[in-house]
Every structure is written in C-alpha cells, then in structure tokens.
C-alpha cells in the first residue's frame, strides 16, 4: 500500500472492493492497532482521506474493536484464589528431599463445590539432583509409612497435605 | 507486596519469598482464567487449568531466566494447558461420533449485509459509548451492550486459531509481537489471523445491525 493513487476505482461485480481498496483493507486492522510501519500507516491514511467506503470501513473495524473489548471478562470463583495460594504455601514448607529422592505430596482438599478432591504432585524441584522417573507403583499409601496429615487453612476451605519420601 | 515491581522481578523474588509469587498470581489470575474459559469453555475445567497453569510457574521459579516478558511466559503455559484439554475433547469426539466438525464451530460464512457502512454512517453507537464513558445515553449504552454480546457469542463461534489472537489482542491488550511469542508464529500470521477474525467479527456485527432494523 506504499503508493496508492486515490480515490480508488469502482467495486468488482463480485461486491468485493477492487484494486487499491482491497489492498488497504488488507492492512485496516493492523492499522487501526497501529502495527503497520510509518510509510504503510501513511499510505493507508492518505487512502481514506480520499476514499470513503474504506474510511467506512475503517469505522466499522474500530467498531467492532471496540464492542469486543466491553465483553465482559469471565470470572473465576474467589475460591480458586485460595486453593492455589494454599497450596503454593504448603509446598513453600516442604523441606528439600534427601539426595536422589522424590518428596511426594499429596492433597486432600475439602468442601470444594461440596465434592472433595484428591490431588497427587509430583514435587521434584525440591530435590537437590536430577531425579529418576518417579516410582508411580510404589506411591501407595500402603508401601510407605504415612506422615502426619498436615492441616492449613485456606481462605474458607481446610487443606490437608502429608509428604511422603519415596526411595 | 509487589506494587512497583515488575513480573520479571517478582518471578525473582518469588524463589525465596511465596508472597512476591502471592501478588503475580494476583495481578494475572483473573485474565489466565478468562483466557483458559473463553478458549475451553466450562467453568469448572477452566479453573482447574488456571490453578495447574500458575502451580507450574511457581515449581519452575527456580528455573527462570527473565530474558523475555513473564506475561508472554504465563500465556504460553495457559496456551498450552488449552491446547490439550481441546485436543482431548477432540479426540474423545472423534471417538463418540467421528466428526470433528461440529467441535470447532466455525463461523458461517453468509454476509447478508452489503453496506459495511451501516453502522458506521448511520451513527448508531457514539464513540463515547463504544469507549464506555459514562456521558452516553441510556438507550445508546443498552445498544452498546447488544452489540457486546453479539461480539462474545461470535467470538465463540470463531475456529480456535483466530480466537485466540482476538482474545489476546483485544481483551489482554497484547502487542503483535507478544501474541507471536506466544502461539509461536510470525508477526505476519498474527496480522492476518486478526484481519481474518475481525472480518467474522464485522460480518457478525452487521448481522446485528440488520436484525435490529427489522
């Protein structure tokens, strides 16, 4: 669209815009979201000061653009906030593994839309090396002694986590 | 915590300290989970991708190196987390039905509307209104709501590749280049990627338009 002769000529029969119209539609949205360089955004403006189907057009998009940022955002539930910063806190606590152990934390989180939720993580960025593949068969609560179970509160829900150490 | 500091130096501080990761969470949250809600849908499976999304920062902290803009970072991850769950609502429709189709929910492609003009000209929306400041009229601002939703219901009807750039462009006020760095593809694709959404989008609105004059 760098030199564009203007006004532009007349539509195809196909209804769609011919010859430099199309061209400049092509860059209208780019334009309205000023990402086009200097020469193209200049070029682009001397076109529609002289065409006015495309400055039409050109009202339509910023329109569009418009109307599509008053959509409301989506909103998650406050509870959400809670269960993820509760659970950063508690793997905050946990204490680095021995050498060449996985620390296996699992969560038991209550009265979520009043169903509860078990979550098992794997947390080997706590470990000082390279882990070896987690040992998914040994990581019942039968194999291995059970810690405590942990309790935090999180905003209005209980969280409960144990760690266990898997060799 | 965190009131002056930018994402990359709270991702920092956030290795020794959980409450710097406290207020990144708090300052993204809300935009990951619309972004994961309007790409997926469903509540329930957008919060559990949002709280998987943030604890897989958190785990990595350590591992960050604020080369390129944490926000960019945070949307590749929820971008990723999206891209599966569809790809596995895809596959488990293939299984049920063998059309995949119906899944992506493109868009028609009737333009009834001729004149791109309409509302444009006709000055139904003022740009106050458009803009949402408050000195519109009553009946100017219902429109503008109208027409909002009109735009969210034609956003959902958009295949997932365009969407994406929209929700990106226009609700995260992301620049080209970062919406690049996140789904991975050339600044030219995002151009015409958001040129070929909007075109929809427009279409979408003057059918808008049209039911409202009959």
Known sequence: VSDLPSPCGPSRSDGQPAGNCASVRAELSASIDGE??????????????????????????RLVSQAVRQVPRLEPREELRDQVLGQVRAEATIQPAA??????????ITERAGERFMYR?????????????????TATATSHTLVQWHQQRAGNQTMFYQVVEIG | ??????????????????????????RHWRAVFNYISRMVGGRDAAEDMTQECFLRVWRARHAYEPI????????????????????????????????????????GRRDPV???DAMANQGLLS???????DAADPQEILMARELAR??????????????????????????????AGIVGCPLGTVKSRLNAARRRLRTAALEWLGEKQT
């Open chain 2, 150 to 179: 009109a735009m969210e219901t034609a956003i959902d009807g958009l295949p997932e590749e365009l969407r994406e750039i929209v929700i990106l462009r226009e609700m995260e006020d992301m620049s080209y280049e970062q919406i």
């Open chain 1, 36 to 61: 086009l360089d200097p020469t193209q955004q200049e070029a682009v403006e001397r076109h529609l000061a002289a065409c006015s189907a495309c400055r039409a057009e050109a009202a339509l998009l």
């Open chain 2, 127 to 133: 740009p106050a209104v458009a803009d949402g400041v």
């Open chain 1, 121 to 137: 993580q794997e947390v080997g960025a706590f470990s000082a090396r390279p882990l070896p593949p987690p040992p998914e068969a």
């Open chain 2, 68 to 107: 390129g803009r944490f926000r960019t970072w945070l949307f590749t991850i929820a971008r990723r987390l999206a891209l599966n769950e569809l790809t596995k609502r895809q596959a488990q429709h293939t299984l049920l039905t063998g059309d995949i189709e119906n899944e992506l929910r493109p868009m």
């Open chain 2, 114 to 116: 001729s004149q791109p």
């Open chain 1, 99 to 108: 050498e060449g152990h996985v620390h296996r934390v699992e969560f038991l």
């Open chain 2, 1 to 26: 915590m965190g009131g002056d500091l930018t994402d990359e130096e709270l991702m920092q501080l956030a290795r020794g300290d959980p409450s710097a990761f406290d207020a990144l969470f708090l």
